[in-house]
């Protein structure tokens, strides 16, 4: 028999935030404005106006969200099509500022994009993402953007209030949409000009992006779930604090220390789902036996390797299943 | 001694990481003094009775207009009855379905109805209401169905700015939607129908628009290319009211249609004007129900079954709010004599 010894609990938040279920709408919630309003504040100032130009004559205009306090844009190919030149970010106060495609994947109708830094360590005000595997039907929704370039035209962001009313799968593509899959269906308003800006939760928590896609029975708001799009979006996410040298940074791995045979040993008891471990085949029971091409021993060991890591780096792993090992590298998320 | 299993949780590496408060919060809200219940809770309980409808045709009902010009697809596309199932309400055990008459409309070859359990069933059409946009079908199953049926609403305590959902089972018949608004009028149609801000559209029609307790207001209907002014999703949606419903519903059992609404027809004109005391008739039309009545030009009619007439206009609209061959009692005055006539109101004739 095995015997187990000591470790050290590190920390489970993002594991337990994801999987907490959220409180449920009462149906006179619906009615109420009181929470509207408190929602606005908070979230608001992170989104933005956005508009290119393509081959000259073409403009486009529409929404995006700043997730992550350095300025990464979540918005959609409606919004910045592929070779999307002049890109401006308008700002809340009238700011413009220039921006930089991080990430396009037209499939899902994905676009990420930087602000350029206005100056050096600026940090935006950011939304979180949700939970959207967690969204019931009735639940209240908001819809903000950029409706009628109205953040441009005079620094406004459009509210629209509604409900989840509908969650059901787009089988075809309409209007300038690529999108087909999962959706999920508003009550709040979507105009033109609020494509690829959030639809957020009462927490203000990012649901989904709207999306120009619509169903011709309902002819109502739709957006691509966030849930979708995360495996897309996690690994550009985060933040590194050039004065604290710490970042925050997210695998999905959870360890345990083990007595084996020849001694101490590092096991993992559970994989996040998703995650960058889960992306990267780990499983439970296997044993890690090197981290960046050391040997490991114990989990002190995997925290110092580990620390210092930044998003979007790749954590070279040496790993033993059922006797036998194999190299395995995993893209590390970032988190806030 | 019992073996501790210890866990790290390298869900991090940083420093930094603070707990996020996740405070497990319950499942149930805390009860509200209006409605100690949950959207989704109200949901569930309702959408046991709200089922979806596929039918299969030969063909449609025409446009309502002709569609030209720079702009066709798109409007085509916007008044064109979208594939998919359409909305309906089951009654009760009997098998007895509730749905608006344009889901049926056109030549049907065959209907089926998916059931909130997902077992699906053919159904055929009993009657139907043009005047309430109602049909009536009925599930064909020797198989017993779900004890489930909505329960009604009191029409009468119906009021103007009352919270209501709006239900559908389309595109998905799997899957609820639902909108949610307020009564914005409580009798339209002749006092008929309820009217609604809940963005009511295609996949809303024949579906039901319950309160808050869950209970059945109106159903969705007028929605669809046959009443194109009022437009899908446009904050102007009407349901035909419980009250009504329940009033039609045993004729409609009995197989009988209901016909569209015929305007009652008196036969006088008169000035329409503004204000005044009663309605002065400018001009009998030979042969209507104010002639045989022995109505004359120049009679002022001062009452109508009672109530004192301001103007023209009011007697013209509690004309019609009565039906084609109901008698109605006037008050007539012609010089200083006041005579009490009572005409049978008859169908408008041909040419007028």
Known sequence: MQRMSKVLLLLAALLVAWMSPCPRASASEVASTRSFVSTYRKVSTAVVGLSCRRGGKDYYFGTGTIIDPRGLVITSTTVVPKGARHLKVFL????????????????????????????????????????????????????????????????????????????????????????????????????????????????????????????????????????????????????????????????????????????????????????????????????????????????????????????????????????????????????? | MRPQTWKALALLAGSLLLAQASAKTSDSVVPDSVVPETVDALLERVGQWVVAIEVERNEDIPLPFQIRGASANQLRNYFKRPAGPATGILLDREGYVMTSFYNVAGTVQSMRVILSTGNSFPAKLIAKSFRDDVALLRIETNESLPEAGPIWADSSKSQTGQILFALGRSPDPDRLTVTEGIVSATRRNGGRAIQTD??????????????????????????????????????????????????????????????????????????????????????????????????R?????????????????????????CEVNEKIRLKIQRGDQVLEVAPILRVIPRGL
Not at chain 1, 109 to 134: F, H, I, M
Request: net charge neutral; with cysteine.
């Open chain 1, 92 to 336: 809340r106060g009238g700011v413009i500022a220039a921006g930089e495609v991080v990430l396009t994947e037209s499939q899902k109708e994905l676009v990420l994009l930087r602000v350029k830094q206005l100056e050096k360590r600026t940090e935006y005000p950011y939304v979180k993402l949700g939970n959207s595997d967690d969204v019931r039907l009735g639940d209240p929704a908001f819809t903000l953007g950029n409706a009628f370039q109205s953040i441009e035209v005079d620094d406004q962001v459009s509210l629209g209030k509604g409900l989840v009313s509908g969650l059901y799968n787009l089988n075809a593509t309409s209007s300038q949409s690529k999108y087909a899959g999962p959706a999920i269906e508003t009550s709040a308003h979507l105009n033109s000009g609020m494509d690829g800006g959030p639809l957020l939760d009462r927490d203000g928590a990012v649901l989904g992006i709207l999306c120009l896609n619509y169903s011709r029975n309902r002819w109502l708001g739709t957006a691509i779930p966030i849930n979708e799009l995360k495996s897309l979006v996690l690994p550009h996410l985060g933040w590194f604090d050039d004065r604290t040298e710490s970042a925050s940074v997210y695998v999905g791995l959870e360890l345990e220390e083990v007595e084996g045979d020849d001694g101490l040993m590092v096991r993992i008891a559970r994989v996040g789902e998703p995650s960058p471990a889960s992306l990267a085949q780990l499983g439970a029971g296997e044993r890690i036996t090197r981290v960046k091409g050391a040997r490991l021993e114990s989990l002190g060991g995997f925290r110092t390797a580990f620390a210092a890591t930044r998003p979007g780096e790749t954590l070279r792993l040496e790993v033993v299943k059922k006797g036998e090992p194999r190299q395995v590298e995993i893209l590390v998320w970032g988190r806030y």
């Open chain 2, 198 to 295: 809940a963005k009511l559209n295609y996949g809303n029609a024949g579906g039901p628009l319950v309160n808050l307790e869950g209970r059945l207001v109106a159903m969705a209907s007028r929605v669809g290319h046959t009443q194109p002014q009022w437009g899908l999703n446009s904050g102007v949606g009407f349901g035909t009211s419980a009250a009504t419903l329940l009033a039609i519903l045993p004729q409609l059992k009995a197989g009988k249609d209901i016909g569209p609404f015929r305007p009652p027809f008196l036969g006088v004109r008169g000035n329409r004007n503004p204000s005044g005391k009663g309605a002065q008739v400018r001009q009998v039309i030979e042969g209507s129900a104010a002639a045989q009545a022995g109505v």
């Open chain 2, 297 to 321: 030009v120049d009679d002022v009619i001062r009452e109508f079954n009672g109530i004192e007439l301001y103007n023209f206009d009011h007697l013209r609209r509690l004309i019609f709010s």
